[in-house]
């Protein structure tokens, strides 16, 4: 089976500083992670095709990226950032799709988790420039908190023409073992045609030291069901996932949560969806 892995980073901390990772509890990622990690971990685990993901809400890591992924054979899309709130926001993607690698360039993604406003994405400002992502052809991933998610529904409500990608499951609460309210603010989402979903991120939502198949699949099956197989797509979260297991583990795991699904509905979330969101054509020439 053909598997696309929709949700992975990269840095060079000798390029540029990652002030996230200032937090002791991530020391292990305080160091760089290069193509050349990336394809010894994917190439183990059989994937043919990535989807880079911005790390970092600066202007000058997006064109990076892009360049990064035209030299890749791996790599067959990139979600960048812009400033969603800044007038000329629709120059901007103008200018990053006319870069080396701008053709790599399928979506936009803030990190809105850190956003201390919970309607952060429904302010007019904002609004405004998902329109713009809309207008460029583009998708906008989601990386919010479970309390934000109300706020992304009605931002997806907001603008119809523009596909949402709801990383990590809308981090909810695995190591708690709580579903409620996530549950019940994931289905709204998912209840917007306009919207899909990343199966990723949750491994470093349980317990890091001692998560099983069993911890995620409550969360797996409430994705699974609310947006279907046509709108969820495999994603490693790569490096963030090594602090709570290797590359195939999480592999794996998704593996064991998707076996229930018939042999189509598998395809889609390994691949399908994410061809279909990101336009992945597959590898391509370096």
């Known amino acids: 089976m053909t598997v696309i892995d929709a949700h992975h980073h990269l840095w060079d901390l000798a390029v540029r500083d990652q002030e996230w990772l200032d937090d002791p509890g991530l020391a292990p990622l305080r160091r760089s992670f290069v193509p050349a990690d ?13 989807v880079l993901v911005e790390t970092v809400n600066v ?53 809105v988790q850190g956003e201390p406003d919970p309607d952060w994405l429904t302010r007019p400002e904002v609004v405004r420039g998902l329109r713009a992502v809309a207008g460029a052809g583009l998708v906008y991933d989601l990386v919010v908190l479970p309390h ?49 979903c990343k199966l990723s991120g949750m491994v470093t939502e349980a317990d890091w030291s001692s998560w099983t198949v069993d911890d995620l699949r409550p969360y797996a099956d409430t994705v699974i069901d609310a947006f279907g197989p046509r709108r969820l ?17 999480v592999v794996d795991a998704a ?15 390994w691949s399908g969806t994410a061809r279909r969101v990101y336009r992945v054509p597959g590898a391509h020439p370096g």
Not at 235 to 243: A, E, I, M, R
């Open 38 to 50: 990336l394809a010894a971990a994917a190439g183990a685990a059989g994937v043919t095709a990535t």
């Open 59 to 111: 202007a000058e890591e997006t064109p990076e990226l892009l360049s990064l992924a035209a030299r890749s054979e791996l790599i067959g899309a990139v979600v960048g950032w812009a400033d969603l709130t800044a007038p000329d926001v629709a120059d901007a993607l103008d200018v990053l799709r006319s870069l080396p690698g701008g053709d790599f360039l399928r979506g936009i993604r803030h990190q």
């Open 148 to 196: 934000q998610l109300p706020a992304a529904a009605r931002a997806a409500a907001a603008v119809p023409g523009l596909t949402f990608v709801l990383d990590h499951l809308g981090k909810p609460p695995i190591a708690s073992g709580a579903l409620e309210p996530w549950a019940g603010r994931v289905r709204e989402l998912a209840s917007l045609p306009n919207t899909v």
């Open 233 to 249: 797509m495999f994603g490693s979260d790569w490096p963030v996932s090594t602090l709570a297991g290797g590359y195939g583990a």
């Open 255 to 269: 593996r064991t949560l998707t076996a229930g699904l018939g042999p189509a509905e598998r395809t889609e979330v």
